[in-house]
């Protein structure tokens, strides 16, 4: 068997401890992990690409095995350019199941090889979004016990340049 290698797409914007969490429970399962940072213009991300992907380094400076890089395009090109056919996807609440099972048969569709996993991420988690930490963080919200402290500080800088 050759190494086991997945691929946890998503927008990360920003990183939360939702993620890390599953980017740990991946990284025992395979052999190399690696956290694909969209571009997501569309979602008219708060951070670039290239914040998004150092905040995660920055959030994971020791982890063995797992590699950080952003991706434009459609996530089966880059499965075929690393030669990874797995796809992890965190799966939060019944809510979350509709799109992410559109998502992973047309991936399939589009990449035959292709297999997507859910991973449940710890309880503490199910309630934590993006999108509710970045409006908590507007709103001069403490975001700490949902994101890393790099994260946290970065926030604040975006939305609260004033109180730094
Ligand atoms: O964190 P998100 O925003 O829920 O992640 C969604 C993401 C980035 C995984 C998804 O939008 C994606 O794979 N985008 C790449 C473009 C693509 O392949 N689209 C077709 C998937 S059905």
């Not at 990360?12 to 690696?34: C, K, N, Q, V």
């Not at 998004?52 to 499965?79: M, T, Y």
């Not at 859910?118 to 403490?142: N, Q, W």
Request: no cysteine; glycine share 6%.
């Amino acid at each position: 068997m050759g190494v086991r290698r997945a691929i946890y797409p998503g927008s990360f914007d920003p990183i939360t401890f939702g993620h890390l969490d599953i980017i740990h429970r991946a990284s025992h399962l395979f052999d190399s992990l690696i956290v694909a940072v969209a571009q997501s213009e569309a979602k008219q991300p708060l951070f670039s690409a290239n914040e998004r992907v150092s905040l995660i380094k920055g959030a994971i400076p020791h982890a063995p095995g797992v590699e950080v890089r952003q991706f434009d395009g459609l996530l089966v090109d880059l499965a075929r350019e690393e030669n990874a056919f797995v796809v992890i996807r965190g799966l939060r609440a019944i809510s979350d199941f509709e799109f992410e099972f559109q998502m992973a048969l047309m991936n399939r569709r589009l990449e035959p090889r292709l297999e997507t996993i859910f991973l449940t991420p710890k309880e503490d988690y199910t309630f934590l979004s993006s999108r509710i930490v970045k409006e908590v963080a507007r709103l001069g919200g403490d975001v700490t016990p949902f994101v890393p402290s790099v994260v946290a500080d970065r926030l604040k800088a975006k939305y609260l340049p004033h109180r730094e």
